[in-house]
């Protein structure tokens, strides 16, 4: 469905996306190229590049953070992983989380004239609904990150009825959206164009323009919202983001609260 050789042909690609592999159906790209960059770690195969993308045409156990599933229905959307292995303080990995959303974004609004917002930490939606979740694994060791793996998942082709089936008013996916089915390769290629781009100001050091992009495109913050952070609702507005990438709330007591996981509400 994809021409995966005509994308890593393409010139302008520096890292991300120069070897794609294509698989019809795994349990998550993510799990599987992170057991490949494991196996690479120990010099047991013939090593990876940095870069190398896996998708997969069906994930039959794609998850979510905290190991929730990510329903990646057959050819219905681009769910793909990316490995990578900047020089990057542990906690700074939020980075290539936030680098992924905001190619997403970027790469959606500018194909189609739209406008994808993104609410934190993970997700690109679109009138208020999710299209895209956005996961990050990574492996430190010794303070040190080995690499990460950048897992995107994104709803093309879905109906709004397989979309309402499976989670309700809350997801959609950009077929909805558009009334018209989406041409994946150039969606794809559109995509690693960005990341690969944005990757390249990551490596540079370039933080903040990920930032500044990220909060562009951020339009919860100064509004009110609640998080439910374990288990625990709290409802403030939310101010910004800290070095670290968790979001400062300002409680209705008027205590300012940084949160580093949870669910958000807006
Ligand atoms: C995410 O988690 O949003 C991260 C999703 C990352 C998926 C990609 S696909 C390629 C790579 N390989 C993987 O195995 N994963 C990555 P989270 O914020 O925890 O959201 C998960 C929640 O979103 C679930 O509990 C459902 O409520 C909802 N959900 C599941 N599948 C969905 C879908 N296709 N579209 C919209 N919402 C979905």
Redesign the pocket.
């Known amino acids: 469905m994809i021409d995966i050789q005509k994308i890593m042909a393409s010139p302008d690609l520096r890292r991300i996306g120069k070897v794609i592999l294509y698989r019809p159906s795994?349990?998550?790209?993510?799990?599987v190229?992170f057991k490949m960059a494991e196996a690479a770690a120990l010099q047991e195969g013939d090593g990876l590049a940095e870069g190398t993308v896996l998708i997969?045409e069906e994930?039959v156990?794609?998850?979510?953070?905290?190991n929730?599933?990510?329903?990646?229905?057959r050819g219905?959307?681009?769910?793909?992983?990316v490995y990578l292995c900047p020089e990057l303080p542990p906690e700074k990995t939020f980075l290539i989380t936030f680098m992924g959303a905001v190619a997403v974004a970027e790469t959606v609004n500018a194909e189609f004239g739209i406008h994808s917002t993104i609410k934190w930490?993970?997700?690109v939606l679109i009138q208020g609904?999710?299209?895209?979740?956005?996961?990050t694994e990574t492996r430190v060791i010794e303070r040190k990150l080995q690499f990460a793996?950048l897992?995107?998942?994104?709803?093309l082709n879905?109906t709004e009825q397989e979309?309402t089936e499976?989670?309700g008013p809350?997801?959609?996916?950009l077929r909805i959206v558009l009334h018209r089915p989406l041409d994946m390769q150039r969606l794809f290629e559109a995509m690693l164009l960005q990341l690969d781009g944005y990757y390249e100001s990551l490596l540079q050091g370039e933080y903040d323009r990920i930032l500044e992009k990220w909060r562009e495109y951020a339009t919860f913050l100064g509004t009110e919202v609640t998080i439910i952070s374990d288990d625990e609702p709290h409802t403030g507005v939310a101010k910004d983001i800290d070095e670290n990438g968790g979001i400062i709330i300002q409680l209705k007591d008027g205590t300012e609260r940084t949160f580093y996981s949870g669910?958000l509400f807006l």
């Open positions: 795994v349990t998550s790209t993510n799990r190229l997969a994930q156990a794609g998850r979510g953070r905290l929730r599933v990510w329903v990646s229905p219905k959307g681009l769910w793909f992983s930490p993970n997700d609904r999710k299209y895209c979740g956005v996961l793996i897992g995107i998942g994104m709803n879905q979309i499976s989670y809350i997801a959609t996916s669910d």
